[in-house]
């Protein structure tokens, strides 16, 4: 049974910024592609960023694109979300994904989900 364990959320003001980092347990390898979805009071749950298995390829919405980076370690099959600039509109549940299937692209990662880390960005 594929895990997914968040961290990092907490409070933060408007432009500043946060970290958070997803550990996966419970599988053989880490070549699989994993993401970061959001989901804000009374909003659907929405995509954010993904990563490709290799850690080589990433894809961004557009509304976070040049203010949050995905990045990945193999090595502890663990993926981070860097996020600058906040702001209160990116205020929201993050929740980590993986895939099911390895080497596979960065928008494949809806499988397996974590428990969810808050993030508030205050005004």
């Known amino acids: 049974q594929v895990q997914l364990v968040e961290s990092g959320g907490g409070l933060v003001q408007a432009g500043g910024s946060l970290r958070l980092s997803c550990a996966a347990s419970g599988r053989t390898g880490s070549n699989y592609a994993m993401g970061w979805f959001r989901q804000a009071p009374g909003k659907e749950r929405q995509f954010v960023a993904g990563i490709n298995w290799s850690g080589t390829a990433t894809y961004y919405v557009d509304f976070v694109k040049g203010r949050f980076t995905i990045s990945k370690d193999n090595a502890k099959d663990t993926v981070y979300l860097q996020m600058n600039s906040l702001k209160p509109e990116d205020t929201a549940v993050y929740y980590c994904?993986?895939?099911?299937?390895?080497?596979?692209?960065?928008?494949?990662?809806?499988?397996?989900w974590g428990q969810g880390t808050q993030v508030t960005v205050s005004s």
């Open positions: 994904a993986t895939d099911a299937t390895p080497y596979r692209g960065p928008r494949t990662a809806n499988v397996y």
